[in-house]
């Protein structure tokens, strides 16, 4: 079993930063491939960014030269720093643990998510 706690979420006006950190339970954190997925109302679900432990990451073509996805496997945690952001950067962010499945499916574990909002 394994536990996702994402933290850092908050509201930022447009073009503002924020840090995103997701702290993971159990010992195979360093095997996980780690994504954040964010959900705006009224939305489906979609990956923001995602990195494999191996160390290839993946982002969405929307937050590509803004959003950076990172990991610490000795304190279990991913990040999540955005930068310039949009309006449209607006909603709930959710971590995500997976061994298996591509980006695209809906696997493995989540974290309760945390709220961005963007706006002035």
């Known amino acids: 079993q394994v536990q996702l706690v994402e933290s850092g979420g908050g509201l930022v006006q447009p073009g503002g930063s924020l840090r995103l950190s997701c702290a993971a339970s159990g010992s195979s954190f360093s095997s996980s491939a780690m994504g954040w997925y964010r959900q705006a109302p009224?939305?489906?679900?979609?990956?923001?960014a995602?990195?494999?432990?191996g160390g290839r990451t993946t982002y969405a073509d929307s937050?590509?030269?803004?959003?950076t996805i990172s990991r610490d496997n000795a304190k279990n945690t991913?990040?999540?720093?955005?930068?310039?952001?949009k309006p449209e950067d607006t909603a709930v962010y959710y971590c995500?643990?997976?061994?298996?499945?591509?980006?695209?499916?809906?696997?493995?574990y989540w974290g309760q998510g945390t709220q961005v909002t963007v706006s002035s």
């Open 42 to 48: 009224g939305k489906q679900r979609e990956l923001v």
């Open 63 to 67: 937050v590509k030269g803004r959003f």
């Open 78 to 85: 991913v990040f999540l720093q955005m930068s310039s952001l």
């Open 50 to 53: 995602g990195l494999t432990s």
């Open 96 to 108: 995500n643990a997976r061994w298996a499945g591509s980006w695209s499916s809906i696997s493995g």
